[in-house]
């Protein structure tokens, strides 16, 4: 009974791991590109795992193509400088990213410029 249980547990523990490093994977994301959008923010969400914020940007043809960024966890925007209501809906911001691979509009935050012109990223204190 305890080998089975022990099995049965390191079995589990591996398993955690295997979807940890799978959620992790920035396979996707471009690192050798930034790109910068200019746009208001549609949606700036605060939460675990992972915050995000989507940005409406106006394209070539006047049409309007939505950008969502990934952003960091909650307790690591508070130590670089951001709350809850840092960004909010109807911002006009820049945004840095990171793009993703298949050109699809969206990436890897990088730092955002608020309405206030402060610029904010996920690693340090707002800056001018």
Known sequence: M???LAAG????????????LA???AAGIDRSQSRTIEGTVREFRWQNPHSFMQIDVTDEQGG???????MTAPSFLIRAG???STIEPGD???AVL??????????????????DGLTYSE????QE
């Open 2 to 4: 305890t080998v089975r």
């Open 9 to 20: 547990s390191c079995a589990l523990g591996l398993l955690a791991a295997g979807y940890a």
């Open 23 to 25: 959620h992790h994977s």
């Open 64 to 70: 309007t193509v939505t950008w969502t960024l990934e």
């Open 82 to 84: 951001w709350t809850r």
């Open 92 to 94: 006009a911001v820049t």
């Open 98 to 115: 990171r793009p993703l691979v298949d050109g699809s509009p969206g990436g890897l935050f990088v730092s955002v410029t608020a309405p």
């Open 123 to 126: 690693r340090g204190q707002p």
